[in-house]
């Protein structure tokens, strides 16, 4: 398994050299032309205005590419646990115990037995261990699963109503995440959950909780000017992300990331896709039978 230093330099050097995340980036996708988001307050008489639900649409394909992450692939709890137990070594450590209890059936040499009791345990214990480790990533990714938010207050004409699969026309009071997209302007307060990776266009005493991502308990100050110099996304200061925590103030911003391809969303698409290690037990018998 990937380490997790490893793994987040790895996002990381993939985020920061996006070309939307770079300081002054321009938005490049939305209808209606570029808008620049690197100095907002600053740009008079340029305005951002709401993405209404006919944009949208077409934005989203249809409301079908949408803010949320991919669930991993399901695989039933008894063919994972197969799997362990049917690995190449391991069928040949199950062959060799089979060949044991033949080997005691016929000549009644009590060592045989031993050897294939022996054998058989070293094999259901070392598989027993791979999945509960497999088990691990696959918990890890059913977490990154809850972490989208329940509403959002969002610039726009109608509100879509999961419950009732319908659209509402309350100018986005109550909108639903896994419809934004990238160009969204929302407007966050002090015990919201972040629904995207989102740039901070204005902020009153805004602080988020990013030990999602860092495992930092501390509130942090962001603020629309970035004034952390680093090569960190996560540590920008104009910058909240996906999964993230609002401790307290409010703040609007511009959606720039959604989904799968925000920060958080890369590290579970490669938490999904690094190999699990072996245990050291499995290493062990490896290297006796090679």
């Known amino acids: 398994m990937m380490e997790e230093s490893e793994l987040e330099a790895r996002i990381a050097e993939e985020y920061a050299e996006d070309p939307e ?37 077409i934005i989203t394909s249809d409301f079908t590419v949408l803010n949320r992450l991919t669930p991993a ?15 190449f070594f391991s069928l040949l450590l199950w062959g060799g115990a089979i060949l044991c209890f033949i080997g005691y059936g016929l000549r009644r040499d009590i060592d045989n037995l031993y050897l294939g009791i022996v054998l058989a345990a070293v094999t ?41 699969d319908t659209w509402v026309g309350d100018a986005g009071l109550q909108f639903d995440p896994v419809m934004l997209c990238r160009g969204d302007i929302v407007r966050l307060k002090g015990g919201d959950k972040v629904p995207a990776d989102i740039r901070i266009l204005e902020a009153d005493d805004f602080k988020v909780d ?34 993230t925590d609002v401790k307290e103030g409010t703040a609007t911003g ?37």
């Open 21 to 57: 995340f770079k300081a002054a980036g321009l938005f490049k996708d939305r209808p209606g032309g570029k808008f620049s988001f690197g100095n907002y307050k600053e740009q008079a008489g340029e305005k951002v205005g709401p993405i209404l639900k006919k944009d949208r649409k």
């Open 73 to 87: 692939h399901v695989i039933p709890e008894w063919r994972k646990f197969l799997a362990q137990q049917t690995g």
């Open 124 to 164: 259901f214990i070392t598989g027993t261990f791979s999945y509960f480790q497999e088990g691990k990533a696959a918990s890890l990714m059913a977490q990154f699963s809850k972490l989208l938010a329940s509403a959002v207050q969002c610039q726009t004409d109608e509100s879509y109503n999961a419950e009732k």
């Open 210 to 243: 990013n030990s999602p991502l860092t495992g930092e308990p501390d509130a942090l100050t962001r603020t629309p000017k970035n004034t952390f110099d680093g090569d960190a996304p996560q540590d920008v200061t104009n910058i909240i992300f996906f999964g």
């Open 254 to 290: 511009v959606v720039i990331r959604t989904g799968d391809d925000t920060y958080i969303g890369r590290i579970a698409k490669l938490t999904e896709s690094t190999e699990v290690d072996s245990t050291p037990i499995n290493k062990e018998i490896h290297h006796f039978i090679l």
